[in-house]
């Protein structure tokens, strides 16, 4: 079908998983989304289908044993924290059974069917390791399981290899990255602000995976106030090494974030960026599984439709236009542009 988009979501994601502090991932992002996409008109366009519940014990494809029962034990706690960035609440358990129902079954779906699927789910995941915090950071930062993880190994499970991820989230997956670090079976391409001023303070170029991973960990990173003119450069190197990889099935860490005042982050990309990515995730023609990370405000409001706008392939006038970046972080996104094609063509065609 032309001009429509396959979207998952229910109330279940708006109705559980309640801060008891204010907090910025809460119920109210999916107000904003569903405000978000109405405003743009998108409504018409979109395929809605309903969240599947699945078991907790199927994050065990996963995370280690003992990290799943601490979260279970912290059920019967709630509301209680898991770190002074993540909370669980009397509702999460639903929440979470939900999310992993949904990307378990989903991913697999988009496979079989050759399609394109849009979860808009929380809590988000990607800064989730197997065991929790990821790559000795602080906090799990909002993230209670890693669900891009979780359909990447249901889909390994099911003898589906090449799996490629493409994470625009404005933070570095440093979960995902830790989990998939020495496989080659999945490629992480994660595009985020540079982690020497961000939250988790990992992604640097040169992690690029380990042993037979190596060369199939990616990281784009972006100055402080890039806008999208720097996001742009790295449009033709995604799409080199997506063709070079050639996965079975493309993946996606969906977070909106890097909007221009989104709240959290210092990046400064507009609908365009976020039409542009859809457009990109597009043009790779595998089936697709894509999941909610972050995305606070106006990300949700306006980059979250944009982005739904270019998978139901609507030409959209909020695509013009588009930020540019001050000349002295525009020299500095360059030369760590370089730097990285330096380091990526040891193992890719890149240029
Ligand atoms: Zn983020």
């Known amino acids: 079908m032309s001009n429509t988009v396959n979207l998952i979501y229910s109330d279940v994601f708006r109705q559980n998983h309640s801060p008891h502090v204010k907090h910025p991932e809460n119920p109210g992002r999916m107000r904003r989304v569903l405000t978000g996409l109405a405003r743009h008109g998108l409504k018409s366009f979109i395929n809605w289908h309903l969240p599947i ?10 995370h280690v044993r003992g990290y799943v029962n601490y979260v279970k034990d912290l059920f019967n706690k709630a509301p209680c924290e ?19 129902g949904t990307v378990i079954n989903y991913s697999l779906k988009a496979y079989n069917d050759r399609s394109t699927y849009f979860a808009i789910l929380r809590p988000p995941g990607h800064h989730v390791g197997r065991g929790g915090k990821a790559l000795g950071a602080l906090t ?23 799996i490629l991820i493409v994470d625009f989230d404005a933070h ?60 742009g450069l790295w449009f033709n190197i995604i799409t080199d090494l997506a063709k070079q990889y050639d996965p079975e099935v493309v993946l996606v860490s969906a977070g909106f974030d890097g ?16 039409y542009r990515l859809g457009k990109l995730i597009s043009s790779l023609n595998k089936p697709t599984f894509i999941v909610l990370e972050g995305g606070y405000s106006i990300g ?44 990526l063509s040891k193992y890719w065609r890149v240029k």
């Not at 898991?82 to 992993?100: E, H, M, N, R």
């Open 82 to 100: 898991i770190d002074p960035d993540t909370y669980v609440s009397i509702t999460t358990l639903k929440a979470l059974k939900y999310s992993i």
């Open 259 to 274: 909007y221009v005042n989104d709240g959290l982050t210092e990046l400064r990309y507009t609908s365009k960026a976020f």
């Open 53 to 62: 519940e699945g078991e907790i014990d199927e994050a065990l494809k996963v």
């Open 172 to 231: 570095h997956g440093n979960g995902t990255q830790e989990i998939f670090y020495e496989t080659d079976q999945v490629m992480l391409i994660d595009i985020h602000q540079d982690p020497r001023t961000l939250y988790p303070f990992t992604g640097h170029i040169n992690e690029i995976g380990l042993g037979r991973g190596e060369g199939y960990n990616v990281n784009i990173v972006l100055p402080p106030l890039s806008g999208d003119d720097v996001l």
């Open 140 to 162: 799990q930062g909002f993230c209670i399981f890693n669900n891009i993880a979780l359909a990447a190994s249901s889909l390994i499970e099911h003898g589906i290899s090449g």
């Open 300 to 343: 949700l409001e306006e980059g979250l439709p944009a982005f739904t706008a270019a998978l139901a392939s609507i030409e959209e006038p909020m695509a013009s236009g588009g930020s540019r970046t001050p000349p002295a972080i525009f020299s500095e996104a360059m030369s760590i542009y370089r730097e990285t094609i330096t380091m």
